[in-house]
């Protein structure tokens, strides 16, 4: 049984997502929800649902992102993950840290990458006149939203969208997307998933 943790800086609708989908014959369960503020929405959400969670405050760091990295790494190798899901996690990791993880880490961003990398992506794939918008998890490496994919869900763009009417409709498809790599995942399986979900 592989073990999961997830990395969560807001709401955790992914997170929740995530979780509810490790059970059964599910190849992985969820042993820790963490976050870099200590008030995250998601940190209430998964307690709920009793999965142990932590906060490592990054503002204290005060930008030294080795210093913060550390504390997040030995709090990690307390719950002992086999993974680590990146699910609205708002830092950015040094190369050091993901040298630790590589291999085990995914990302969900709200893109299809390697389209829009970064931030504001439906703003920016409105203002480009994208006929079609979505979201990929892929593995994290050091070089920022573009590690191996394995996994990519589109949705159309329509007329009249709004960057948040956009995001609304593409979050429904990360979490339909981010469950589905994360089982294939921890069953090993690399094979990237393909969903063409609805216009929803
Ligand atoms: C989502 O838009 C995801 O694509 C991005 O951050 C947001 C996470 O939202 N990485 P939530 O905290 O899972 O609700």
Request: charged share 20%.
């Amino acid at each position: 049984m592989k073990r999961v943790a997830i990395l969560l800086s807001g709401g955790g609708s992914n997170m929740v997502k995530l979780v509810e989908s490790m059970t059964g014959d599910h190849p992985a369960r969820p042993v820790l929800v963490l976050s870099n503020d200590p008030a995250a929405g998601g940190l209430s959400r998964a307690a709920e649902r009793g999965v142990p969670t932590a906060a490592v405050d990054h503002r204290p760091f005060r930008g030294d992102r080795t210093a913060f990295e550390e504390v997040l790494h030995a709090r990690l190798l307390e719950a002992a993950p086999d993974i680590l899901c990146l699910a609205g996690f708002m830092r950015i990791l040094t190369a050091g840290f993901i040298d630790r993880w590589q291999g085990r880490m995914l990302n969900i961003h709200p893109s299809l990458l390697p389209k829009y990398r970064g931030l504001h992506t439906h703003a920016r794939a409105l203002a480009a006149g994208e006929t079609e918008a979505g979201c990929t998890v892929h593995e994290v490496t050091a070089d920022l939203d573009d590690g191996p994919l394995r996994g990519q869900a589109r949705v159309p763009v329509l007329p009249g969208d709004t960057a948040e009417v956009l995001a609304a409709r593409v979050l429904a498809a990360e979490h339909l997307l981010y469950p589905a790599v994360l089982r294939r995942f921890a069953a090993g399986d690399l094979t990237p998933v393909r969903l063409d979900s609805a216009a929803g």
